[in-house]
């Protein structure tokens, strides 16, 4: 695990859906700014950098001045992305100030909720841009709401109006 993370800066977490459509993305992007606002450059954002909400939470902690923290379930796990999607991840993540990465060898569900465990060990508080359906699998956003809600972390659920899911972004073809 990371040391040297500031004590004194709030910890922001996301957990989100990767598979927004293109509308529903510009929908997140802005209400993930007007939840991290106020927190300025004060921020510490904890992000698991994968498509979706998680890299549009990382970009808007960065464009706000805040500071990355990043969360790799499996060293494995840039190989499952999309070009596109690779290349925001690697620049997100040269751009992270702590980075952890938790797993050798390929991502596995079981990696997935290990990251959210460790991502939740660090944060004061959870974004989750959630459509509130049960989690597909093991290590989802449902998963993780649930365990930040039984650790008592606060838990911003967000799903602005008219936010679909559609082709995850980032998707391998």
């Given at each position: 695990m990371t040391t040297g993370l500031p004590a004194a800066c709030p910890r922001v977490a996301v957990t989100g859906h990767r598979d927004l459509t293109e509308r529903t993305t510009h929908l997140v992007s802005s209400a993930i700014h007007a939840a991290l606002a106020p927190y300025g450059p004060n921020l510490v954002g904890v992000s698991c950098l994968a498509p979706g909400a998680d890299q549009i939470f990382a970009r808007t902690v960065l464009e706000l001045g805040g500071r990355l923290h990043a969360i790799v379930a499996a060293s494995g796990y840039r190989a499952t992305l999309s070009p596109d999607a690779r290349r925001t991840y690697d620049e997100l993540l040269h751009r992270?100030?702590?980075?952890?990465?938790?797993t050798l060898g390929p991502p596995v569900p079981a990696s997935y909720a290990t990251a959210n465990e460790v991502m939740l060990g660090t944060a004061d508080h959870l974004i989750a841009v959630w459509d509130g359906r049960p989690a597909r699998g093991r290590g989802g956003t449902a998963e993780a709401v649930e365990e930040a809600r039984r650790r008592a972390i606060r838990v911003h659920v967000m799903w602005p109006r008219g936010a679909l899911r559609g082709t995850p972004v980032g998707a391998t073809r």
């Amino acid at each position: 695990m990371t040391t040297g993370l500031p004590a004194a800066c709030p910890r922001v977490a996301v957990t989100g859906h990767r598979d927004l459509t293109e509308r529903t993305t510009h929908l997140v992007s802005s209400a993930i700014h007007a939840a991290l606002a106020p927190y300025g450059p004060n921020l510490v954002g904890v992000s698991c950098l994968a498509p979706g909400a998680d890299q549009i939470f990382a970009r808007t902690v960065l464009e706000l001045g805040g500071r990355l923290h990043a969360i790799v379930a499996a060293s494995g796990y840039r190989a499952t992305l999309s070009p596109d999607a690779r290349r925001t991840y690697d620049e997100l993540l040269h751009r992270a100030e702590w980075v952890d990465t938790l797993t050798l060898g390929p991502p596995v569900p079981a990696s997935y909720a290990t990251a959210n465990e460790v991502m939740l060990g660090t944060a004061d508080h959870l974004i989750a841009v959630w459509d509130g359906r049960p989690a597909r699998g093991r290590g989802g956003t449902a998963e993780a709401v649930e365990e930040a809600r039984r650790r008592a972390i606060r838990v911003h659920v967000m799903w602005p109006r008219g936010a679909l899911r559609g082709t995850p972004v980032g998707a391998t073809r």
